[in-house]
């Protein structure tokens, strides 16, 4: 059993963004007791959505991505270790055991251990030149190999990683081809209209499609990739391979110690784990949202970051729940995409457009019984007031009726669709 004074200790497992930002959240509520956050990777935690985009086209420099400077963890007491993994976890004792042999005590722990890349059974994927991507390192190694441009680039994977990549390498001059499942790029996600608008922004820069089209085999040559063998039978040369075929969330600890899972660890609206005293946050956790009054588990930015102060909140008693309506963003070319919503509510639903997709300035509004249920605004001015997505989290907020033809019309200003207009 923990010992009296371990009551007040908390230990978080996973330095990403959810940990980092639920250790300044103790800190800033006022806990004075220890926190210990534990990082599998060396670096400290940092902010992913640069490495995709910025820091990759070399845009961010590499001290722009931490969450916090190094610094701000001993001037607040944060015992940051580094390279240490949680690999046990045993609720009933209240302890965890670390991948340097120890083990810890914890009043409250919370697992915000994020997502794993999935890999494929595929012959040739062991080779030099074909990886994941979802670390710092691996962005480092990515803007090495395709900062000089005139590679061939096989990107496998058409959702937002594997179109970003894209974007990327090709902005650098290299020539992309892309590989996915669907028959149109991130159709599942944001419907088939404006996946077609991505597919052709893709397009006018040069990023050839496959589309739908898996990879059967790498081929190389001396341990390097040299090619991509389509299941049409199409040979595609490659220099370059990555694999961005979705990810996993990184469950298996929770697993082990017996917590109730589906689709990731299952959390209330407070991110409480079905264990007394152990929280999730970020994407491992399939939270429990209290606008629709389902589980939501959703691989974004934002979540990571308002579930870690949910869930520091609430692991000091306070009342609190993780009820921002999602929202996340993408950079692709000369696109920056705004997108606030349950895309699992907008599906189906046809886009009411506002603006213009020729012109790449619009905002894409979905609706589900006359009411908006999610949004996206592409170039959409973000001096504008009220801001798109401003406007997009009041209507859906507001669960009131709003025609599509307002939607659409321009001449109606933003602020003119929200209910107190
Ligand atoms: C390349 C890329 C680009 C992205 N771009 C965007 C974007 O544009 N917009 C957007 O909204 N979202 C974006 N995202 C998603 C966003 O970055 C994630 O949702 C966010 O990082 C999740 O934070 P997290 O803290 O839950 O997990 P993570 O950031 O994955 O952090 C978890 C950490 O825990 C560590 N860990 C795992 N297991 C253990 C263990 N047992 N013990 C100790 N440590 C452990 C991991 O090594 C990792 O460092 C992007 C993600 C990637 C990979």
Redesign the pocket.
Known sequence: MAAENDAGRIVI????????TAAQTLRSEGHTGPVIL????KHI?Y???P???EYLLGKAAEDTVPVVPEGWYGENDVDLRLG????GIHPDARSVDL?DGTSLHYGSLLL?????PRRLTLAGSELSGVST???LDD?RRLRLSLGAGGKNVVMIGSG??GM??AAAAATYGNKVTLLGLEDIPLAAAIGPDLGRFFRSLHEANGVSFRLPASAREIIGEAGTVTGVVTDSGELLRADVVIIAVG?DP?AQ?ARGAGLEMDNGILTDASLRTSAPGIFA????ANALHPFTGEHHR???????LN??KVAAKAMLGQDATHSTIP?????QFDVSMEYSGFPTLAEGAVPVIRGSLERKEFIAFWQRDSRVVAGMSVNWPRKARPGAQKTIKALISARTPVRPERLADGSVGLDQLLPEA
């Open positions: 497992a996973g330095g990403g963004l959810a940990g980092a534990l990082g599998m990777e935690p902010l992913r959505p490495l995709s985009k240490v993994s949680v690999t991948s915000a251990t994020g997502a794993t991507f979802r670390t962005s937002w990683i970003e990549l990810v990184g600890l946050a970020g994407d491992v959703s691989e974004h930015w934002s979540n990571a579930g870690g929202y996340f963003y993408t950079d």
